[in-house]
């Protein structure tokens, strides 16, 4: 059986997310070291919105800020938000769908009315709610809010495959030879479950770097000065027009992403479609 890289790079689209990924990290761990501190305002009045430059390769702000560097910046803060967001949505659905799946009746009732009363509320009211309640969020506190509230379709998914893995022979088989119900879970499908749910969590990955985004444009998410993609956006608004480099780059960065970790997802879901017996 081929491994997940494998798989990701035979594919035409997986292998141009997994260059354009590999390459976004690299400039996100290395260009720190040669760009200026992404906060630091040297001259508001004279270096505001100057124009990309050899000194400043995207240009500046409207607060003398390099462009490059927040950009960079941005970039940690938001895949450091979307990976801890989706790692802990990905743990709390799986847990759930395994549980659900694997035991049904009553349990399995109960945990799926759960989750279709979540799924009825819009993801996007919670995290606006939570975060008008809170006003001002901490970053450790937004990726907690938006992995809590980011499981419930992952939660359908496991128990979905869960319930067909059951049925099999090979689960059967080690049932009957008197495995427990956390070894049969732990050994058998778990394991089994991997690749639909490594498609479901790259997938997820882009929608939390949406998310996360929006609700920083809103001026809801990531606070300053701390840089985020979205907030630079936000920043932007009013020099869109005659300052375009400060919104352009944090936009196309957004879109780059997301379509990086769309194409490596898409390309282990149709490898886990065909490898379903």
Do not use: C
């Amino acid at each position: 059986m081929r491994t997940s890289w494998q798989t990701i790079w035979s594919d035409r689209g997986g292998r141009l997310g997994i260059i354009l990924l590999a390459l976004f990290l690299l400039i996100t761990l290395l260009a720190p070291a040669v760009l200026p501190d992404p906060r630091t305002m040297p001259d508001i009045a004279g270096g505001a919105l100057l124009p990309p430059s050899p000194a400043h390769l995207l240009g500046t702000d409207h607060y003398s800020r390099d462009v490059l560097a927040r950009l960079v910046a941005g970039a940690r803060v938001s895949l450091a938000v979307a990976m801890g967001a989706v790692l802990i949505s990905v743990t709390l659905g799986a847990a759930v769908g395994l549980v659900a799946g694997y035991l049904g009746g009553a349990i399995d009732a109960i945990l799926m009315r759960l989750v279709d009363a979540a799924l009825a509320i819009p993801r996007l009211f919670l995290l606006l709610l939570m975060v008008a309640i809170m006003e001002h969020i901490p970053l450790g506190v937004l990726i907690l809010v938006i992995g809590a509230t980011g499981w419930f379709g992952t939660s359908r998914l496991v128990r979905a495959e869960v319930m067909r893995l059951r049925t099999l022979d090979f689960v059967r088989a080690a049932e009957a030879l008197g495995a427990t119900r956390r070894g049969v879970v732990a050994r058998h499908l778990l394991p089994n479950v991997a690749g639909p749910l490594a498609a479901a969590t790259t997938l997820a990955v882009g929608d939390v770097i949406l998310l996360e985004a929006g609700l920083s444009f809103l001026g809801l998410g990531v606070q300053p000065p701390t840089p985020s993609w979205g907030g630079m956006i936000l920043d932007s608004k009013p020099f869109l027009v005659y300052a375009p480099w400060t919104s352009l780059p944090p936009g196309l960065a957004i879109v780059l992403t997301v379509l990086a970790v769309n194409l490596v997802g898409e390309a282990l879901a149709q490898d886990s479609a065909g490898a379903r017996p």
